[in-house]
């Protein structure tokens, strides 16, 4: 890979980078980064991450709202890749991964979207989350913060659920957001000042009858 390569996939968000002190404490980041590699067609709207923390970790996205056809072309290569290589499973445990908050589906549908008002109430922004079992992230990464009120929104839970559930859950936690958003921002935006009331005399109609 070229480094003018490495850094646009950087900039774009689809290079991972070597693990943290947790994943290099349970080996993970071993012989770094030999045998790590990424996978992506042409529109960059589907890759894979071999070996990145799981030896495969399977990406559907593109910018726009249809969650749908993020989600119909994800089920699809999944498909496809399980006929020439079977994903750990186990009947109880659902699909095995390297992290344990990840066993069951193993799927988190996560959305990026601006929330500048929520950011500034947490209180408001954590109930919405807590409502509909969502995470709030920062755009790069787990335990990463945001600077310009650019959040990652995924669904919390993976365990005991279906993928249409956690979706589901994803899609209302994230219009749950907006619409407080809108009315903090409707909230902060300046009133229009009263009209005064204009005071006729006797001898006109009405305050329209006033000339000159």
């Not at 290569?77 to 699909?95: C, M, P, Q, R, V």
Request: glycine share 6%; net charge neutral.
């Amino acid at each position: 890979m070229s480094e003018t390569d490495r850094k646009q996939l950087i900039e774009d968000h689809f290079l991972f980078k070597e693990g943290d002190r947790f994943l290099e404490a349970c080996g993970l980041n071993r012989d770094w980064p030999s045998g790590r590699g990424i996978f992506h067609n042409k529109e960059k709207s589907f890759l894979i991450w071999v070996n990145e923390e799981d030896q495969l970790r399977i990406i559907s996205m593109q910018k726009g709202a249809d969650i749908l056809a993020v989600f119909t072309r994800l089920s699809k290569a999944a498909t496809l890749i399980e006929k020439e290589a079977k994903f750990a499973h186990d009947d109880h445990l659902g699909y095995i991964t390297s992290c344990p908050t990840n066993l069951g589906t193993a799927l988190r549908a996560s959305v990026h979207i601006k929330l500048p008002f929520l950011a500034k109430n947490k209180e408001e922004f954590n109930k919405i989350a807590d409502q509909f079992f969502v995470q709030i992230r920062g755009i790069h990464g787990e335990h990463t913060e945001t600077d310009d009120g650019v959040f990652d929104i995924s669904n919390k839970r993976r365990l005991g659920r279906s993928e249409k559930d956690l979706v589901q859950d994803m899609y209302s936690g994230v219009k749950a957001m907006i619409t407080a958003e809108k009315k903090l921002a409707a909230d902060a935006a300046p009133k229009a000042a009263a009209p005064v009331p204009v005071k006729a005399g006797s001898h006109l109609k009405k305050p329209e009858d006033i000339s000159g």
